[in-house]
Each structure stands twice: as C-alpha cells, then as structure tokens.
C-alpha cells in the first residue's frame, strides 16, 4: 500500500533563517506531489505540484521553492524565512488527477 | 479562475443532528472528493464521486454528485463529537491538462458538536 511521510511535524524558526521540509511517497511510482498551505485552519492553498523529476510547477510567487531530486521525494524549501511563512504545510501526491492524498502536515512557526 | 463556494463556513451541531453541507461552482467537474481535516492533521478523503446523480454512502456520511456536474452535498447523520473538524469539497475539471490535476478546493466547512 501506498504511504505519504512528512518531516517534521512541527518547527520554529527565527526570521531569516532557512528552511527545509521533506516527502517522501511509498509504494507507487511517478505520483504527482504537491506542496499545500493552510493558514488558520481553514482553506488549501496550492504553492507547488511536480509531474516528474526535476519537473516543478509553482501556482503562486513566494519566498518558497520546491525541488523533486528523485522520484517519490519532495522537498519545499527557503534561503531567509518572513513572518508570513508561518502556517500548515502539506506535503500530497496522487497517481493521475484525482484522489489526492495528504500527508499528516508540518506545522512552521516563523518567530 | 475557477472557484467552488463550500457553504455553511461554520456550524454547530448538538450531537445526533444530521448535518448537510454543499459545494456549487460554475464550472462542471467529472469527480467530486469530499475530504475530513482533523485539527493538526493532514485532510482524509472521505468518498469519492465519478458520475452525475451518483449518491454514495461511507457509514453515516452520504454524498451525492450533483445532476448538472456543478454541485455536491455531503450528509452526515446522527452527529457524535468525533465529527468535529473541517470539511472540503474538492472538484477535478474535466480538462486535464497538468495543472495539478485542475483540483479545485473548496474554502472548507468547519464542524463543531455540542456534546
């Protein structure tokens, strides 16, 4: 069976500082992995999907950029945090358009 | 570009109430997804619909995939605490053309029981 895992789950970092959030997918290859952002529990916002290696989409400009260096890895990253980077991140993938699946999240605090 | 209105935003329940939540858009879909989100968790696809007018049943949830492709309920009956989160509707569009799959997410609808 598939599974989707996400590190870490929680993390504070002082403004300026880097960022590095990792995904990795289990038991399917060439998924489709997207990176989300929840801000206040409330609404999905979609930052990057990848189709493929090295294949990366970016729905919205930011000071966040992701990276697909192997297949069923996914990593969402930033050279200098702001304060509005805080929120819930979640790492996704699915095989084709629909049913995608969520991992268990990261929750960033920016202080 | 293309939006889902997901209504109510809120709501409270007192438990064993049957709940009724909808998503409608302009666009048609070819699959409704209605998902749960624990707080501080990831969201858990709950039922998944591929065909006009179908209705599906997942326990005490039961969801339909609207006539004209353009909407989706989902019911909840006899409410316990432990449905309390939030809920999104989510619909892919029939033109799949690597955007993501042309998911589109609903703003989500935040369910609270009163024990």
């Known amino acids: 069976s598939q599974t989707i895992h996400q590190w870490p789950a929680t993390l504070v970092q002082p403004v300026g500082s880097p960022l590095s959030l990792e995904c990795t997918v289990e038991g399917t290859s060439n998924p489709n992995l997207y990176w989300y952002r929840q801000a206040a529990g409330r609404g999905l916002q979609l930052l990057f999907y990848s189709v493929g290696i090295g294949q990366i989409s970016s729905e919205v400009p930011q000071n966040l950029s992701a990276s697909r260096p192997q297949d069923r890895q996914f990593i969402l990253s930033s050279k200098k945090l702001l304060l509005s980077d805080s929120g819930f991140y979640l790492c996704?993938?699915?095989?084709?358009?629909?049913?995608?699946?969520f991992g268990s999240g990261t929750r960033l605090t920016v202080v | 570009g293309q939006q889902l209105n997901q209504s109510p935003q809120s709501m409270f329940i007192q438990e064993g109430e049957d709940v009724s939540m909808n998503c409608t858009s302009s666009?048609?879909?070819?699959?409704w997804l209605w998902y749960k989100q624990d707080p501080g968790e990831g969201p858990v696809l709950l039922i998944a619909?591929?065909?006009?007018?179908e209705l599906t049943s997942n326990g005490r949830l039961t969801a339909q995939f609207g006539i004209t492709r353009k909407d989706s309920f989902l019911n909840i009956s006899a409410s316990i605490p432990s449905d309390v989160g939030i809920y999104f509707c989510a619909g892919q569009l029939g033109n799949y053309g690597g955007s993501q799959g042309n998911l589109i997410f609903g703003k989500g609808t935040k369910l609270s029981v009163k024990p």
């Open positions: 666009s048609i879909f070819n699959t």
């Open positions: 996704a993938w699915s095989v084709g358009p629909s049913l995608v699946t």
């Open positions: 619909l591929y065909k006009a007018g």
